[in-house]
């Protein structure tokens, strides 16, 4: 290996460390034996895991955001798979505009919307309410639904559903036949990332809060204030591992879907 | 007119009367008429633009015509979507469904009508018999090469014999020895089940070797339509002239008989050779380059010319030769038994007059 290559290992190695040192720094901390935070983590113990697991008021807040992002995953499953085709298919003039506000809150800071939404919301009794969060999550996570379901959708020929109409089936069922089977897994893809996106969302989550509901990263915020003990870190564990294990999810549908589509036959 | 329609003539009757559209400004298909009688194979020709393909889309249901009415078998479908038509369609690129394995492709169309599983299977396999894919069924589409493709797209189309097959450049995707072996397929498979078909195409000879009648479009207008001897021997216009095959066209002066060109060349027609009344004056005069041939100069009736280039083909060679004013005339003559001609050889150019054919000049283009 001459040096310029070696340089180039060493400085993406650099940048690779840099991105995951922080969970690398969490992990150990999660395990600590002492009742407040402290690095480096003294002794191994689970106690704070039983602790997040046993306590109902922190099951209550996981819950609570399970639930908003099943929901906000199926939303913009739906929603964004809608808007896409018509982003797609659909005529060019207003695609774009269309495009635009579905693709803007990418780029408009978290804590702006979390105001607006925090001012609307307050009028029209929508705060803290699951209707109210899934509605603000739903908007930023539409984003990542739309470009993948977008990838895909544009693969797919849209002589496929003419052909589908010319043996006979309507529009709906020409997509709901052909079209949305083929593009399925990244529907699937793209409501799983809304759920990741949506679980562990704290800008909104902080502007939103009721008294009663909270949801986990909220809870968070509240017990860092207070109490600042191991179970922070233990539950920023458990974000990471089902973060992992979601986008393996999205990745292993990705390859069931390219594997049947070579060998399946009609059940 | 040559229909080749089987015993069970099944086909549907297609007229599309004064049908128009217009995509904002442009008008794509401009007043076209055309009856097609049942069981009868139909090419739509034309360069790309002409509309062909909309007419098409028209009939199958895709595009909404502007003005003019769709008639199938004698029923308004103008307003009816593509699958309340029961037409089969197939496209220019294949178009299967990548999910689908290659038999419940082509059962799809059963499923839409509510055929029992079983049933569908069995015609589905039925259907891949004809176009010689039996056992098929279970591969995927992607297995399979681009002409199996395509004759799955075709077993798909006709699966519950409609009657009505509408073909849309459904061989341009294909090399040229596969498109010569669907050519025939499809002749076959016309001439057994009897269905009407209209295709788009625009090769000149598909249209030619496959078509009962073939309907020249350009620019959204219909040209001519006629069995394809006709359309060559007797194009109804500059335009259909200049498409199909080659022409040779020279400007000339026209008195009511006579035709004087290149100065001093005149030739006398017999009133046959217009296809439509030509005015006296400027008028041009074509003929088929194969149905020249070559004299000694000077021989009387012979046009004069010089030859400035020969191009050696195999059975035939091409000639191509100047009149004294420049203006190029062109010559396909058998290769055997051809004295050898060299370029800058004078030479005499014989000309039929049943061969030539005189059309008003204004027409051009």
């Known amino acids: 290996m001459n040096p310029r290559s070696l340089l180039l290992n060493a400085y993406v190695y650099a940048v690779l460390a840099f991105i995951l040192l922080p969970i690398f720094i969490i992990l150990p901390m999660a395990f600590s034996e002492t009742t407040y935070l402290t690095f480096p983590p003294q002794g191994v113990t ?177 017990d860092i204030e207070q109490n600042l003990t191991p179970i922070i870190p233990a539950i920023a564990v458990l974000l990471t591992v089902l973060s992992i294990v979601v986008l393996l999810a999205a990745a292993l549908l990705k390859y069931l879907a390219d594997r049947n589509s070579t060998a399946r036959e009609e059940t | 007119m040559s229909q080749t329609v089987s015993s069970n003539n099944k086909g549907a009757s297609i007229e599309i009367d004064r049908l128009a559209k217009t995509f904002g400004s442009v008008r794509a298909v401009d007043d076209v008429s055309l009856t097609i009688e049942p069981g009868e194979f139909v090419a739509l020709l034309g360069p790309s633009g002409s509309g062909k393909s909309t007419v098409l889309m028209s009939v199958a249901g895709f595009e909404r015509p502007s003005a003019g009415r769709i008639m199938i078998g004698g029923k308004d479908c103008t307003r009816l979507p593509p699958n309340k038509r029961d037409i089969g369609m197939v496209f220019q690129h294949y178009t299967l469904f990548p999910h689908l394995s290659v038999g419940d492709n082509v059962a799809f169309p059963l499923k839409m009508r ?45 699966v519950y014999n409609p009657q009505v097959l509408l073909m849309d450049e459904p061989l341009s995707a294909l090399d040229k020895n596969l498109r010569e072996e669907m050519q025939i397929e499809i002749k076959r498979l016309h001439a057994e089940l009897g269905f009407t078909v209209v295709f788009v195409t625009h090769d000149q000879g598909e249209a030619l070797t496959m078509a009962d009648r073939i309907a020249i479009l350009k620019a959204g207008r219909l040209q001519q339509v006629s069995p394809a001897r006709e359309l060559y021997e007797r194009p109804s216009n500059l335009f259909a002239a200049s498409f199909i095959g080659e022409m040779n066209m020279l400007p000339v002066q026209w008195d009511g008989a ?71 005339v062109r010559l396909r003559v058998a290769s055997a038994g051809q004295a050898p001609v060299r370029p800058g050889q004078a030479i005499g150019i014989k000309v039929p007059p049943e061969a030539a054919l005189l059309y008003p000049a204004d027409a051009a283009r």
């Open chain 2, 114 to 158: 509510g055929v029992a599983k079983a049933e569908r299977r069995r015609q589905a396999e039925a259907a891949l018999e004809i176009v010689r894919l039996g056992g098929y069924g279970d591969r995927m589409p992607k297995q399979l090469s681009g002409g199996q493709q395509q004759r799955v797209a075709l077993a798909r189309a006709i």
């Open chain 1, 46 to 222: 689970l106690r704070w895991f039983e602790e997040f697991f046993g306590d109902s008021r922190w099951m209550a807040a996981t819950w609570f955001s399970a639930k908003i992002a099943a929901l906000t995953a199926i939303t913009t499953a739906v929603v964004g798979t809608m808007a896409t085709y018509a982003l797609v298919r659909g005529a060019r003039t207003m695609g774009t505009i269309f495009q635009a506000f579905l693709i803007g809150p990418i780029v408009v800071p978290h804590i702006a919307l979390a105001v607006a939404l925090y001012l609307f919301f307050q009028n029209t009794g929508l705060s803290g309410t699951v209707f109210g969060y899934v509605a603000a999550h739903s908007i930023i996570a539409m984003p990542f639904t739309v470009f993948t379901v977008a990838a895909a959708l544009s693969s797919v020929d849209p002589a496929l559903e003419d052909a589908a109409m010319s043996c006979g089936a309507n529009r709906f069922n020409a997509f709901r036949l052909i079209t949305l089977p083929i593009i399925l897994p990244n529907v699937i893809s793209g409501g799983l990332f809304a759920f990741i996106i949506s679980f562990d969302e704290p800008v909104i989550a902080f502007f939103l809060a009721g008294i009663r509901d909270k949801t986990l990263p909220r809870m968070m915020f509240d």
């Open chain 2, 258 to 328: 006579n035709a004087t060109f290149s100065e001093r060349e005149h030739i006398r027609l017999p009133d046959s050779a217009s296809i439509e009344t030509v005015p006296s004056g400027r008028a041009v005069l074509a003929v088929r380059p194969e149905r020249l041939s070559v004299t000694s100069p000077g021989e009387t009736g012979s046009w004069r010319a010089t030859v400035s280039d020969v191009v050696y083909a195999g059975a035939g060679s091409l000639l191509i030769t100047h009149l004294h004013d420049g203006s190029e």
